[in-house]
């Protein structure tokens, strides 16, 4: 185990359905990430929040809202996805200071959009 | 042209052998580098960080890092049916917020 968790680890929703992803870290890291993986493509980068606050957001629909309540939790809220956002979806976070850019993830997301 | 260049394989050796995984970068501002082994079905695990050029060596693994032609490879000696995964190379330029670029991941299979 990373010392990052996901939930839940499947998810399978309806294009009408709103769900949220949850992410905590038990490292004492201060930034976190949202990640999206799909079959033969590097990492996209969606999101990036150091100390709570937004600090990227790479161009991502308005149909994924992430909130960061505090240093540990990260959310992705979803609602009125599309069938190509079907993908695995990855948090990591990575340590204070952030100049070696190590970055731990969690086991994923596997979310299917039908 | 992608950050991060990577050769998606797949890349099929018997145990034993040894096993040279490659990329290359763009961008000549990188200094740090990483490797990442991702099981099926799990996250993606750090497995080796380099600072700017040198080797780095870590058991049966050996990362490389070469900034003048700007190449990073990943060296698995005595390769094991547990290798079997597929390993990411990344490139950050150690700024604060600590951003990374992937290449798209080698699938290796090592048969017994």
């Known amino acids: 185990e990373t010392g990052v968790t996901q939930t839940p680890r499947h998810l399978v929703m309806g294009m009408t359905n709103k769900k949220s992803l949850k992410c905590e870290q038990h490292?004492?890291?201060?930034?976190m990430y949202w990640y999206k993986q799909s079959a033969k493509k590097p990492l996209e980068l969606m999101f990036v929040?150091?100390?709570?606050?937004?600090?990227e957001n790479n161009s991502v629909p308005s149909r994924f809202s992430p909130e960061c309540p505090n240093s540990s939790h990260l959310f992705l809220h979803l609602h009125t996805l599309q069938p190509e956002d079907s993908a695995l979806y990855l948090c990591?976070?990575?340590?204070?200071?952030?100049?070696?850019?190590?970055?731990?993830f969690g086991p994923g997301t596997r979310l299917t959009v039908t | 042209q992608k950050e991060v260049e990577q050769d998606p394989g797949p890349l099929s050796v018997p145990e034993g052998a040894i096993v040279s995984l490659n990329c290359t970068y763009s961008?000549?501002?990188?200094?740090?580098f990483m490797w990442y082994r991702q099981y099926s079905r799990k996250g993606p695990e750090l497995l080796m960080y380099?600072?700017?050029?040198g080797n780095k060596e870590d058991g049966r693994f050996t990362a490389q890092v070469d900034k003048s032609s700007k190449y990073i490879s990943l060296f698995i000696r005595d390769s094991q049916p547990s290798d079997s995964a597929t390993y990411l190379c990344?490139?950050?330029?150690?700024?604060?917020?600590?951003?990374?670029?992937f290449g798209r991941g080698t699938q290796l299979t090592v048969w017994p």
């Open positions: 490292l004492g890291h201060n930034a």
């Open positions: 961008n000549s501002a990188f200094q740090y």
């Open positions: 990591a976070s990575s340590p204070p200071g952030g100049g070696n850019n190590e970055q731990y």
């Open positions: 380099t600072y700017s050029s």
């Open positions: 929040y150091n100390f709570k606050e937004q600090t």
């Open positions: 990344a490139g950050g330029r150690g700024s604060t917020l600590g951003r990374l670029y």
